[in-house]
């Protein structure tokens, strides 16, 4: 089976201070790091590889400073990386983002399995993995924390989702894109003798061009504004006795229609 993983670097959470807000972020001198939810993405394409054989790709898009992203994949133990780069894609949204990828996953000859993380920091929309999926016509299985089963044969994925009161068990076939959350796996680390092989590996890199994609792929949305919330209001302190504030408060939820 082919696994094809999609990741991403993104700025450090960590390290993005109040000074960094106003109109727009300022992100100078932030470093970078591969989105978290990522980490998951590469473990399970591994696991899955040596369960059932095959071979794992992972795709990243972004400066050349995202290839520190797939070197680390490399060093993790996948077999092949690509990093889609141009000019053209700066700046770029999800949806000319999810374009790119399908085009890349289409050129080097498609996949059964498509997995990746639930969202990515930064941008927090959870749109590409899903924008993939439509743009290859494929099955997409979201907010997944368990494969229960795959099945070359069967071409069949079972799967656990998560909802925000519990959990659904549903099933689809394949090829199809799962997005993944943080407790589906618990990724190895890279070895040394990995990062230094990863060091010295050339990365393709593909190309507006290469990807056959026209100058009408462009961004359609643009960033506005980016500020902190609003400080939250201050709490009412309810006065009198105990049955007297218990009266109080009851009047309160039943006038907000909370009960």
């Known amino acids: 089976m082919r696994f094809v993983g999609l990741i991403k670097q993104v700025y ?3 390290e993005i201070k109040p000074q960094n807000q106003g109109p727009e972020l300022k992100l100078e001198g932030v470093p970078k790091i591969l989105n978290p939810f990522d980490e998951f993405v590469i473990e399970e394409c591994l696991q899955w590889k040596e369960k059932l054989g095959g071979e794992v790709v992972i795709i990243t898009m972004g400066d ?8 680390t994949a490399l060093a993790m133990g996948v077999d092949q990386v690509y990093h889609i780069m141009d000019i ?3 700046g770029c ?4 983002t999810a374009e790119a990828l399908s085009k890349a996953i289409e050129k080097i000859g498609g996949a059964d399995l498509i997995i990746a993380g639930k969202l990515a920091l930064g941008g927090d929309t959870a749109h590409v993995g899903p924008q993939v999926a439509a743009f290859l016509d494929i099955p997409v299985l979201t907010y997944v924390s ?3 089963e795959l099945s070359e044969g069967d071409k069949k994925i079972v799967v656990e989702r998560l909802l925000e009161g519990g959990k659904e068990v549903v099933s689809s076939g394949l090829p199809a894109l799962i997005t993944v959350v943080k407790d589906i796996n618990k990724p190895r680390y890279p070895s040394l003798m990995g990062l230094r ?4 590996v050339p990365i393709p890199v593909l190309s507006k061009a290469d990807l056959a994609l026209d100058d009408s792929i462009i961004a359609k949305e643009a960033m506005v504004k980016v500020s902190p919330p609003p400080p939250r209001a201050g709490g009412e302190i309810l ?6 504030v218990v009266n109080q408060l009851l009047e309160r939820l039943f006038s907000q229609k909370i009960f």
């Open 12 to 14: 450090d959470p960590a």
């Open 64 to 71: 050349e400073n995202a290839q520190e992203v797939l070197r």
């Open 88 to 90: 053209a894609f700066k």
């Open 93 to 96: 949204d999800t949806l000319v």
């Open 146 to 148: 368990k494969v229960r």
């Open 197 to 200: 092989k990863a060091a010295k």
């Open 239 to 244: 006065q009198g006795s105990t049955e007297e």
